[in-house]
């Protein structure tokens, strides 16, 4: 008996020696085992919530074995009871057919919020026992069901808003009623083109009131994430082997290129001006009105992403994306800079398997100590409708070597230790902070600007996002941030200003002029909803400002010019005396879609000065003016080139 005992335990033993030493680790970090078959099978999407405790989405009713599993399946709680990163205890939270192949999951101290297309369902603990007492539906549609195109998890962002998208099979929100939701700018939020196509990013409050469609044209946008900024950034995969999938930062009002904005064709379809490069034609890059990568990533399946705004890893991960690359069997960094007014980035290997194919890499959540939680669906093949192995399912933890698991045990009764929590790099940590604070409301403000008198930028940025919303206190905590050193501080300035009662056009004249290109960015697009001239003054001085080769700039011009192009492009033109023809001058016209435009993408392609190899990019723009205006200036360069 002892003999089998101890045979038993060297099984398990050399079993997470296997497992731990398939993997290749960057300098400095340690992986561990903390989970495995029997206790799990298939996960997807994980969370962790403030006590530390890592919940996770169960798949085993996904493609070829929907049915196979006739309870349901399961959301599960696991809790690591002696800090060695090894969980010891497994919860049930909820199992039903209700959470079939979900494929999302966000956490929160006083609800749960599960995606599982076409629905989504937000489940409450009433009593405390870790089990599901009651569910709601937040938000249903014609998304198609078990499809991991569809529906992705939400997250929490800094403003007190809710963060989530849908791939390239949602299709459409529909209320509990089943009526096609409208978002607050009074659009259907559907998957019919004109104007939107694909799938989308979408901002709600916390009960799923005041929807709004922040960006448009994605394939399969598995997950979005939120930095305290208020920044948005995802990945995107491309048609299965084209090695073009994606890391998107979110310009609001963005179409990025999936489809053509024309005609919903796909990448294929032959256009005018169509770059011989797969990578830059599958995206429509070569199309104005498309808002370019920050890095394209090769073959793969991206899946699961966060910011990491935890200290506890190396110092080259703080504040950067982490990235679950389940094709090629992966987890990834992407140390971003900036270009122009947008950003680039580069790309460091966290944890790579060196031979197991079968290692799929679903999502990536923060722990409270900072430590990294990786979801491991653990199968031969990914995604597509194909499930080969559901006696299988893995967690991970990354952390500095020797690193123990620690719950920080943080507390929120008062404004400084809500302030304190505040500081966690942990969503759910920071959302019963965030709470806290707004429920104290004017009593909460000093400790709040001692925190925004810190030094830590992101950490001023949380506190900035709640003093900013003080009841009759906006204006003046706007015009604080403004005159920050900080341009990152002063973009949320702005972000600020467009969620909040404060006139937003005095705000833009005032920092339509600042030298962050970042920060003239987010004012172009802040002008999207606004109209008449004083918009038009606005946009002019920005366009003024674009400096060639910017796409970023220049695609947010487009943007905030939308449905005002022909005042935007008169004020412009007027303010710079109508010598437009230079580099940055030739880019906005061709952006431009106002009357005018296409009579002055003709002069271009006329002069002799256009090198040849630029001159199909102008014939693509006239595509996007209207037909008539389109036609005469088509005309006009035939007569001009008998």
């Not at 080259?316 to 680039?344: F, M, T």
């Not at 009662?501 to 705000?507: D, E, Q, R, T, W």
């Amino acid at each position: 008996m002892k003999f089998l005992f101890f045979t038993l335990v060297l099984l398990v033993l050399l079993k997470e020696v296997r497992s731990e030493s398939q993997f290749a680790m960057d300098d400095g970090l340690e992986l561990t085992l903390s989970a495995s078959e029997p206790e799990i099978l298939s996960l997807s999407n994980i969370d962790v919530d403030h006590e530390g405790r890592v919940w996770a989405c169960e798949v085993i009713n996904y493609g070829p074995n929907k049915g196979k599993r006739k309870e349901g399946d399961r959301i599960l709680i696991m809790e690591d009871k002696d800090g060695d990163g090894k969980m010891d205890e497994f919860k049930t939270f909820y199992q039903g057919n209700e959470v079939n192949a979900a494929m999302g999951l966000c956490v929160l101290s006083d609800r749960v919020i599960v995606s599982v297309t076409p629905n989504v369902w937000v489940f409450y603990d009433d009593n405390g026992d870790d089990k599901a007492d009651r569910k709601e539906l937040l938000f249903t549609g014609d998304g198609a069901e078990c499809h991991d195109h569809s529906y992705h998890s939400l997250v929490f962002g800094p403003d007190g808003n809710m963060y989530w998208n849908f791939g390239n099979t949602g299709r459409n929100l529909r209320t509990k009623q089943g009526n096609i939701l409208r978002d607050v700018h009074d659009r259907n939020i559907e998957d019919k083109g004109k104007p939107f196509w694909g799938g989308m990013v979408f901002r709600s409050d916390l009960d799923g009131n005041n929807i709004e469609i922040l960006a448009h044209n994605f394939r399969n946008n598995y997950e979005v994430t939120v930095d305290s900024f208020g920044s948005l950034w995802q990945s995107d995969n491309d048609d299965d082997g084209n090695r073009a999938t994606r890391i998107n930062y979110i310009l609001e009002g963005g179409n990025y290129g999936y489809l053509d904005e024309l005609t919903g064709e796909g990448w294929r379809k032959e256009r005018v001006g169509m770059s011989p490069n797969v990578q830059l034609r599958h995206w429509h890059l070569n199309d104005p009105g498309v808002v370019p990568n920050v890095l394209q990533t090769g073959a793969g399946a991206p899946t699961g992403i966060t910011v990491y705004e935890g200290k506890l890893l190396p110092k080259q991960y703080w504040n950067q994306l982490i990235h679950c690359e389940s094709g090629v069997n992966v987890v990834r960094a992407y140390p971003v800079q900036e270009d122009g007014a947008g950003y680039k980035a580069g790309s460091i290997e966290v944890m790579k398997s060196i031979n197991d194919k079968s290692f799929r890499p679903i999502d990536v959540a923060v722990a409270p100590d900072g430590s990294l939680f990786i979801s491991d669906w653990y199968d031969p093949v990914v995604g597509g409708f194909q499930q080969r192995d559901i006696a299988k399912g893995r967690l991970y933890r990354i952390a500095p070597e020797g690193s123990k698991y620690l719950n920080p045990r943080l507390t929120f009764k008062t404004p400084k230790e809500a302030c304190n929590s505040l500081k966690n790099p942990n969503y759910c940590v920071r959302y019963k902070a965030w709470k806290t604070l707004q429920g104290m409301g004017e009593k909460a403000e000093e400790a709040l600007l001692e925190l925004y008198n810190s030094s830590d930028s992101r950490v001023r940025a949380r506190a900035l996002w709640l003093l900013g919303k003080c009841n009759g206190r906006e204006q003046h905590y706007i015009d604080m941030a403004l005159k920050d050193s900080d341009p990152n501080i002063r973009t949320l300035a702005v972000r600020l200003a467009r969620q909040s009662s404060v006139p937003l056009f005095k705000v833009l004249k005032k920092i339509s002029t600042d030298p962050s290109p970042k920060v003239r960015m987010e004012c172009a697009i802040s002008l999207t909803h606004l109209h008449g001239e004083a918009k038009a003054q606005v946009w002019a001085t920005l366009a003024k400002l674009h400096v060639a080769g910017d796409r970023w700039s220049l695609e947010a011009l487009g943007i905030g010019a939308s449905d005002d192009w022909d005042s935007c492009l008169s004020s412009w033109l007027e303010m710079i005396n109508n010598n437009w023809d230079t580099p940055g001058g030739r880019e906005i016209i061709w952006r431009s879609r106002a009357k005018q435009s296409a009579k002055l993408i003709a002069k271009i392609i006329n002069n002799k000065k256009t090198p040849l190899e630029e001159r199909p990019k102008f014939f693509r723009a006239l595509d996007f003016q209207s037909a008539s205006h389109r036609d005469e200036a088509l005309l006009e360069i035939l007569e001009s080139n008998p």
